[in-house]
């Protein structure tokens, strides 16, 4: 059968359907996907050297035969393999740690390129674990800039490279050009299908910024395309119920409320308001930085549907923070006499005919009988596609389009969101609410890390608030790794914190033990979370103080500040300590700029500045960015995709791609 673009991933040779349902979870269904799978950074290997040339502290690839292999065990008991390679030049000793396998994969005789870097073992010099790769193979591996891209379980970069290099040659061809010559020569952009290859297997470093450029350029292209299209539709058709705004219910509830709203949610809402009361669906953006206060909000707008005798919506990014969402607004509204309720695929409370509703995607694929849908809130668009806002429209009575509600904490510049997001409207929270004190931030070499552990001790027996403790992790999927690490974590700090009590939490928990990890720290049985960062997006628990983070430099600055977002959100001062063991002056003022600044877009624009666009933004961070190649502060190349789709509209092969929205990011998933 041959290959096409739409082909689901698991005709794609050596892939198959247990591989296909792994690639699914990073978001890669179809051979177009695996093609816009671009890595975020590349390992140098391009310096090939003869072996009598190797220098210790080198990144090298060397090309020779294995003269020797066998498995030791060292005098720690780890288990190594050390092989003899040598070429015309001269041998090298290499090794390895824990792969015996490489006895079978390598014997002797073998020819191989293998790409690492050359250290001292003792007195020897040494290759140590290195990448290795049959000499008679294309290279892929080794001797090359080579992509590494985000992993999950069972899904590596090595793997990965070798489905992609195929799958390169056997449909690059079909990719189309949707840009007419005249835009690339004007914008200087590499034709569509050599930027797709040189993307993940660049002759260049030059080259590999280029087609990122290209592949960037057509995303916020797509992007302003697609909104575009659909502002228009969504004007032509759609009709909603009106909800008029029962004022004087509205205002004493905002009276009931145990603090005064800022000026910036109660012009939101004044906003929203304007949009709820017309009789074509409201699609409104709520931008706000982590704390601003936008759950609120969206609690008195679903109040005012509820007096319309209107069903409300609510739909969070994860399980976690749909029940928290729901324990809120109970709250709030709860003591009101309106009944809320929750469906995740985990748990389901009073789903039948509550008029407000919380919940994750289940809530769509659960077959739920709406009552009049009136308003949807999504918390963090970017899990939500078009498809699911299409889904609900048609779930719901009488086909009328719910007003929608999107509200993010992504750090996009005021004027970026209204050209990328032409098709909605936006309302902002600039300020936090008064009395917020700010969350006092240092940077704490490791030299530090006792004092640091003595102090935290301090301020919990001091304050009785809580610590979270974010763990190191390497990529930004969840690995064996990283639960491994989190678990030896979790037995270090249960010494050094011995008199208070620690809960777990990870992504790889079911969802009950996540829960009940979350519930024991919210109800302050525990008074500390050692965490991956899962609680990045939305945890709301006042009565955290201390935020630690590991290995702080693996982080961006945007995520970090999410991350120092979750605690100062009660009326005790706050704390944020970065532990790093980076030593390099770039990567601690770096993360340096965490103690002075305290803004989200501010702080992502640095973090442009210092690690480019490529590092900051090519990791797909969830609850941060939909855009997976291209930034948010690319400002430059937002303007000219601007400037260019003004005269691309009409033309018939970009208005193709934008309304499939072939490209990844811009797919519902
Ligand atoms: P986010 O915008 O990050 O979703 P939340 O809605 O979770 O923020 O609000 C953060 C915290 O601030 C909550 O505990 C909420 O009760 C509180 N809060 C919201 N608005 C105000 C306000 N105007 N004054 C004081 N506290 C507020
Ligand atoms: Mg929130």
């Not at 591996?141 to 999950?152: A, D, F, N, Q």
């Not at 909603?240 to 910036?264: A, G, K, M």
Request: glycine share 6%.
């Amino acid at each position: 059968m041959e290959l096409r673009l739409d082909s689901p991933v698991q005709y794609v040779p050596r892939v198959g359907p247990r591989m296909a349902k792994l690639l699914d979870k990073l978001g890669i269904r179809t051979v177009e996907n695996l093609l816009y799978y671009v890595p975020f950074r590349y390992d140098d290997f391009s310096l090939v050297s003869p072996i009598a040339r190797v220098q210790p502290g080198e990144t090298v690839t060397i090309s020779g035969t294995i003269h020797s292999i066998v498995n030791l065990l060292t005098k720690s008991g780890k288990r190594m393999q050390q092989a003899v390679v040598n070429d015309e030049t001269g041998k090298l000793t290499v090794i390895w740690f824990n792969q015996p396998f490489l006895i079978r994969v390598l014997p002797i005789g073998t020819s191989v390129r293998l790409a690492g870097k050359i250290d001292w073992f003792g007195h020897k010099v040494i290759m140590s674990s290195p990448v290795y790769e049959i000499s008679k193979t294309q290279s892929l591996h080794t001797s090359r800039l080579v992509p590494i891209y985000s992993e999950t379980d069972g899904v590596t970069s090595k793997w990965l490279r070798g489905r992609i290099a195929d799958v390169l040659e056997k449909v690059s061809s079909q990719l189309v050009e949707h840009l007419p010559d005249t835009t690339k020569q004007t914008y200087e952009l590499m034709d569509l299908q050599k930027a797709v290859t040189s993307v993940h297997f660049p002759p260049s470093k030059k080259k590999a910024d280029e087609a990122r450029r290209r592949l960037a350029f057509d995303e916020l292209l797509i992007l302003q395309a697609r909104a575009y299209l659909l502002r228009q539709r969504w004007q032509q058709q759609k009709q909603s119920y009106p909800i008029s705004i029962p004022t004087d219910d509205v205002q004493r509830f905002i009276t009931s409320l145990p603090f005064e709203l800022t000026n910036d949610q109660q012009n939101s809402l004044k906003e929203i308001f304007d949009d709820l009361i017309k009789p074509t669906p409201m699609n409104r953006l709520l931008v706000g930085d982590v704390g601003s206060g936008k759950t609120v909000v969206a609690a008195i707008a679903m109040y005012a549907a509820f007096g319309n005798g209107l069903q409300s919506v609510l739909l969070a990014p994860t399980q976690i923070l749909a029940q928290q969402h729901y324990e809120t607004i109970t709250k709030l509204l709860g003591p009101l006499g309106i009944d809320v309720g929750l469906v995740t695929g985990e748990r389901i409370e009073n789903e039948a005919h509550s008029p407000i509703l919380i919940g994750t995607h289940a809530l769509l694929s659960e077959g739920v009988n709406f009552q009049k849908l009136g308003l949807v809130v999504i918390d963090e668009q970017h899990r939500f596609g078009v498809e699911q806002r299409a889904k609900l429209s048609e779930q719901n009575t009488q086909g009328k389009t719910p007003h929608l509600l999107t509200m993010t904490a992504t750090p996009i510049p005021r004027t970026v969101a209204r050209i990328l997001f032409g098709n909605l409207d936006l309302s902002v929270l600039n300020q936090m609410p008064k009395g917020r004190i700010k969350v006092k931030t240092w940077v704490v070499p490791n030299k530090k890390r006792e004092a640091a552990y003595e102090w935290i001790t301090k301020q919990i027996n001091q304050t009785g608030g809580q610590a979270f403790v974010i763990c190191p992790f390497i990529e930004e999927s969840e690995t064996l790794a990283t639960v491994k690490a989190v678990k030896t974590e979790y037995k270090k700090l249960k010494a050094i914190f011995a008199k208070h009590t620690i809960g777990l939490l990870h992504g790889r928990m079911k969802p009950k033990e996540k829960t009940t990890a979350l519930d024991r720290f919210r109800t302050q049985k525990d008074a500390i979370l050692l965490t991956t960062p899962v609680v990045e997006v939305g945890i709301d628990i006042p009565n955290a103080i201390v935020m630690l983070i590991e290995a702080a430099d693996r982080f961006g600055l945007a995520q970090l500040h999410q991350l120092r977002g979750r605690v100062g959100r009660g009326s005790i001062g706050s704390f944020c300590l970065l532990f790093t063991e980076a030593q390099d002056e770039g990567t601690l003022a770096r993360l340096k700029t965490m103690e002075t600044i305290y803004s989200g877009p501010q702080l992502a624009e640095v973090d442009l500045k210092l690690r480019g666009p490529g590092k900051l933004f090519g990791t797909r961070q969830h609850g941060v960015t939909e855009l997976t190649i291209a930034s948010f502060f690319d400002t430059e190349l937002i303007k000219q995709t601007q400037e260019a789709l003004k005269s691309l509209l009409t033309f018939p092969l970009l208005r193709q791609k934008a309304e499939k929205g072939t490209i990844q990011s811009l797919a519902a998933d």
